[in-house]
């Protein structure tokens, strides 16, 4: 009996030691979690470097308190070398752009890894060198461009000289920008001035080892009223492919009028902080014998999950134009190009400060505005204001601040107010106090130029109390503007370069 007391006791002891381990290896559900996996980021997917540049990558962890060993590899060790702590050395003796692969596994799991992309610039390499109307344009022109090296000179001549007849050596600046695959560049800005009106010049870059950049060119505004500009957007460029569109529209535009310049009205690119999506415009060779007038877009202000962490520094790096804001926002701009004046305003800080009244970004603006038109008076003919965000959007009023500003281009006599955005066309009737009328601003949203293929225009049969042309769906397309002392006409262009819609402005 004892005996048979003392088992019982033993398996009485054995069950309960069983179940204080599973209490305390097991939760209460009585069962152990499967083991996560560690895993590992090198905090980007992407990044650009120069020849001759290094960078160490940061690794992160997740699922574990101590780093594990990582094993890192290169897709080709002639472009890219890389040592056990993750330092990379770049190497491209090319004259384009090339790419490779960097790659952290975790040694004892190689599943488990981290891959980057980074895309090597040639050393000397010249990115983004623009040209952009200057402040007088007839007289002045903005050179703008990026480069590794901290010095450089600009030549320039006019079209019909042989050599360069003029030579400008300038420092460079570093960046503003905090890009997001770019370690640093340096940012150049001239201005060109006591040019000769209505004439063609060349220009190029030259860097202190001699190495030229391929002739670039550009044309100052006349005097005798009469010119012919392109007016296109919404590209959201990431690589020189996704400009195919836009140069179809170009060409169709060009073979149509004589142009001068080419206005654009934001989304440049499809994320401002990537550097390799600005390079698409070098890439694509589209800037080299035009001058482009950029407005700012919401894609430029990338990353803008908030006020605080929204920059235009992006696009203020990228465009050759006019520092003329005052005390405006430092985006804001203006130039006279023959007998037009331009004022190209940033219409996303006001969009962001929409909840404050009053509107910080819009006063400024509306004082800056009316000193510009008061300080040319006499100056100009007609008046275009450009922008990115639609005032109106067929007939309901877009994120513009339509309701703000029409008071304003009546009283000035605002000629077009042109705007895009909603990727969808949009003419207003003339308008003047918020009504249809005989003189007043004509607002326009125009089609987007994004993508490979041309779609077609489709007008709705029904505009609205003040549309006159839109669409309800997103097209593309673009437009050129043709000026005189009479008249400005809107021609508005689609597949193919057909003609879906026009209107001109008389003189006042």
Known sequence: MKKNRLKLFAVIILIASVLASCATSAPSGGYAPPKKNITVSLGTSSLTLISGQSHTFSPTFKNTDTAPDLVWTSSDQSILSVSPDGTITAENT??????????AAIADNPNMKSVCTVTVFPEEKTHFLTAGPGQDASRQTVI??????????????????????????????PTASDWADLSSIYRYNVTLTDLVPGSEYRYRVVTPDGKATETQSFRTAGTDGTFSFAWMSDIHASTAASLQNFQTLLKMAGEKADLSFCLFTGDMVNQGKRYTYWESWTDSKVLSDMSYAFVIGNHEYYPNNSLETATPSYYLDFAARADNHGSSIASDYWFLYNNVLFIC??????????????????ESQARWFEEVINNNADRYEYIIVCQHFAHLDGDDEGTGFYS?????????????????????????????????SETGTVYLTSPMS?????????????????????????????????????????????????????VTIPAK
Not at 346 to 361: C, E, G, I
Not at 425 to 431: D, E, N, P, V
Request: with cysteine; net charge negative; aromatic share 12%.
């Open 345 to 362: 305003l940033d219409s996303m800080a006001p969009d962001y400060a929409r909840k404050q009244s009053p509107n910080p970004y819009l």
């Open 450 to 502: 994004e993508g490979k293929e041309l779609d077609e225009i489709i007008s709705i049969d029904q505009p609205g109390r003040r549309s006159a042309f839109f669409t309800d769906k997103k097209v593309k397309g673009g437009a050129y503007i043709e000026v005189t002392p009479q008249s400005l006409t809107v021609h508005v262009i689609g597949k193919d370069g057909i003609e879906y819609d026009s």
């Open 94 to 103: 090319t004259d384009g752009n090339i790419t490779a692969t960097i790659t």
């Open 404 to 436: 703000f500003w029409y008071p304003y281009f009546d009283k000035y006599g605002v000629d077009l107010a042109l705007t895009s955005d909603s990727h969808k066309y949009s003419r207003s009737k003339t308008l003047y106090n918020d009504q249809v």
């Open 144 to 173: 703008s461009w990026h480069n590794p090296q901290g010095t450089c000179t600009l030549e320039y001549t006019e079209a019909s000289g042989s050599e360069f007849t003029h030579s400008i050596a300038v420092e460079g600046e």
